[in-house]
């Protein structure tokens, strides 16, 4: 026997949280959610974390998330609090980050009759989220279990919405016995379908014969298996990979610094730099100059591999390979041959030769943001984790070299 809340909505979220190994829970205070703060504290497989401003739990809770790469609880209050939540939950939908937002709500006959800390939350963040569960129906567990799973298994927000009626603090002795459910889930998602090996091949037929092709890699989780994938692309001479900070993968002949490279660049330049074919992978990119080259100097093939969705960025895509890149890999590297072509070595020498001049303006640069990211950057310690805010700080960081322990 153990102590639960006494409403059997707070209870099932509770389990079902414990069940699916749910073991970091935000909280921030209220009263409306009291049911969901009892029944989490007194879960001692749980940790609990209490803080009070609703947008900074959230993106506190997404900077865990991202780190375990595991899902995180965020808990409050009914009323106008759940819609701070709101741009860590943006964020989480767009990089692949599974949150599971918990709210407290009044029940559906005190919305809309001018009842204090209410307003309609049901599907409130509909735009940007994964599944919305609006509880206070017959199958209630079975849609807070399908909420837990679509965070888990396809990597983003979703809400659970929980109308509590009073008293909101009662507790009573319930028998429970934990039901292990993440290790079933974990072998379905090992269930993934590999590309047909001839409409592959027709791919790699166009990929063989082009003399320019360009790998773009966005934003992505360490991956070592990633890592050595995409260095088999660079034994190729036609092959140029382009890489960002957020791509965390690194390597002598990857072109780490885009804006860098290409800023300077004219036409008949920018007309050299187009490739024939461009593969795709990872989340969002970065760079401005990039995406306002490769929309202007379209290349004849995009195709971009991800196993969630794919972004039109550049507005060209033909292709979107629904795979791991893992797999996508795994099954493309073998239909694929290297093909003659200076185009690889050509802007290597660039990158050498705009390294060199980037470091004799930093040399006589005047105090800036551009000096104090010169200073800064190369005082980070090894093996240290490195998290860059907005757009602008991400920018300025991708003109230097960082150290990728």
Known sequence: MRQFPKNKLAQLVVKNCENFNINTVVISPGSRNAPLIIGFNDAKEIKTLSIVDERCAAFFALGIAQQTRKP?????????ALLNYYPAIAEAFY????????????PAHLIDIGDGQTIRQENV????????????????????????ETAIHEKGPVHINVPF???LYEREEVEYNKIEVVEEL???LLDEIPLDVDELQKFATIWNSSTKKMVLVGEHFP??????????FVKDPSVLVLIENTSNVSHSKFINSIDKLIFPLEEDELEKFQPDILISLGGLIVSKKIKEHLRKLKPKHHWHADAKRAFDTFHCLNHHFKISLQLFFSQFFFLTKPTKSHYQDYWLQK???RLKKHQEFIDTCVFSDLKVFS???PSIPDNSQLQLGNSSVIRYSQLFNINKT
Do not use: Y
């Open 186 to 188: 974990k072998d379905s």
């Open 125 to 148: 963040f509909n735009n940007h989220i994964l599944f919305n569960a609006n509880l206070g129906v017959e199958n209630d567990e079975e849609i807070i279990k399908k909420a837990i």
């Open 351 to 353: 990158k050498e030769f």
């Open 375 to 377: 200073k800064l950057l």
């Open 223 to 232: 991956d070592e298996l990633l890592q050595t994938q995409l260095k088999h």
């Open 165 to 167: 009626e009073d008293p």
């Open 95 to 106: 990089s692949n980050i599974p949150l599971l937002i918990i709210s407290a709500d009044r």
């Open 72 to 80: 995180v609880a965020l808990v409050c209050t009914s009323g106008s």
